[in-house]
């Protein structure tokens, strides 16, 4: 089975990137970039993840998140951030996120992250 992910991200370069990625390691993207619609994205959609940015136009990630866990509790949405400074992290675990991932981020790290989540979800 095929890794399907949605990405909430406004930066084209950023969301272009990633979709190369997903290519590359044959998984499933689908890209908004606004987080306005996130529950009926989801949704429509049915992710295995969710990558979403915090600064978004419109909404920001983390009311986003919010009100995705709220419709579906074991959603698995997985902050991509610039926000790298001490403690952010912890901040947005805290608001509910299940991980964080920095940008830049390593390319390696990056995929194995979303492999691990994948096999967490399917056990």
Known sequence: MQLKL??????L?????????????EFEITIVHSA?????DFKKEKPDLVLMDIML??????Q??????????KAVVIAITAMA???DKENLLSEG???YIPKPFDLKQFVE?????YLKKQS
């Open 113 to 117: 992250k979303l492999n691990l989540w």
């Open 85 to 87: 400074m001490l403690g």
């Open 13 to 25: 370069f950023v969301s272009e990137l990633i979709r190369e990625i997903c290519r590359k390691n």
């Open 57 to 62: 136009q419109g909404k920001n990630g983390i």
């Open 6 to 11: 949605l990405l909430f991200e406004d930066d």
């Open 64 to 73: 986003a998140m919010k009100e995705i866990k709220k419709h579906m509790p």
């Open 97 to 99: 996120f299940d991980d």
């Open 36 to 40: 306005v619609e996130a529950v009926s």
